[in-house]
């Protein structure tokens, strides 16, 4: 079964720390994933996606299949990174091509 | 473009009324999505669509029904509210694209509509 797993519910940081997001990922193909974050009283909106293995505000995830993981990674750590992140799935294939299997959400805070 | 938009914003219902939600986007984009959102259970998926007329279940569609009569609008009904539908309810829409055989997308989120139900 497709799964996915966020460890930590909440992940609390000081400013110019190093901060990893744990997600683990559970699919018998090839998959697609993802990092979404939501800001206080903001909309989700896409972080990254493996496939681009682009940096966006400094935060970087490398996908490693042998141990199905998307870690999500900042060197340093700023308040604005405040926020609730969620790592999502895709099997892309199939009539449900695109839909998305969420975590359940990291809540990332940064004091400082 | 405003992208995708929810309403209402906000809605306190009865138990046992009905009501529905509204999704428009206007980004010309095939699927769509309504999520609703919990504490401590992340974003699960009520129903989606793979195009206009097309609706299919997701991880959690009991209770809601859904109908994509246009391209541009999702709407998501709730015919007998109950107060374990008390939520954040979340439109998407994406298009998927794809890249050497390879389909992936991008979800664009609405605000998202915060629905209590007493």
């Known amino acids: 079964a497709q799964r996915v797993t966020q460890p930590e519910k909440l992940l609390s940081v000081f400013k110019g720390a190093p901060v990893e997001l744990k997600c683990n990922y559970s699919y018998s193909g090839s998959p697609e994933l993802f990092w979404y974050v939501q800001y206080s009283r903001q909309r989700l909106q896409l972080l990254l996606r493996h496939i681009s293995r682009e940096s966006i505000k400094g935060f970087t995830a490398d996908l490693n299949k042998g141990e199905t993981s998307f870690h999500l990674k900042k060197p340093f750590a700023q308040e604005e990174d405040s926020a609730m992140y969620y790592c999502a799935l895709s099997g892309g294939h199939g009539g449900s091509q695109g839909n998305l299997i969420f975590g359940k959400g990291t809540k990332l805070s940064v004091k400082p | 473009n405003a992208g995708v938009t929810q309403t209402p914003k906000f809605r306190v219902l009865k138990t046992g009324q009905s009501m529905t939600l509204l999704c428009a986007q206007d980004?010309?984009?095939?699927?769509m999505y309504w999520y609703r959102q919990d504490p401590g259970m992340g974003l699960r998926l009520i129903h989606y669509?793979?195009?206009?007329?097309?609706?299919a279940k997701g991880e959690v569609p009991d209770g809601y029904n859904v109908s994509r009569l246009k391209k541009q609008n999702f709407l998501l009904g709730l015919e007998s509210a109950a107060p374990s539908q008390t939520s954040v309810y979340f439109c998407?829409?994406?298009?998927?694209?794809?890249?050497?055989?390879?389909?992936?997308?991008?979800?664009?989120f609405g605000p998202g509509t915060r629905l209590t139900v007493l």
């Open positions: 980004m010309n984009h095939e699927y």
């Open positions: 998407a829409s994406s298009y998927p694209s794809g890249r050497g055989g390879r389909s992936y997308n991008e979800q664009f």
């Open positions: 669509s793979v195009g206009e007329g097309t609706t």
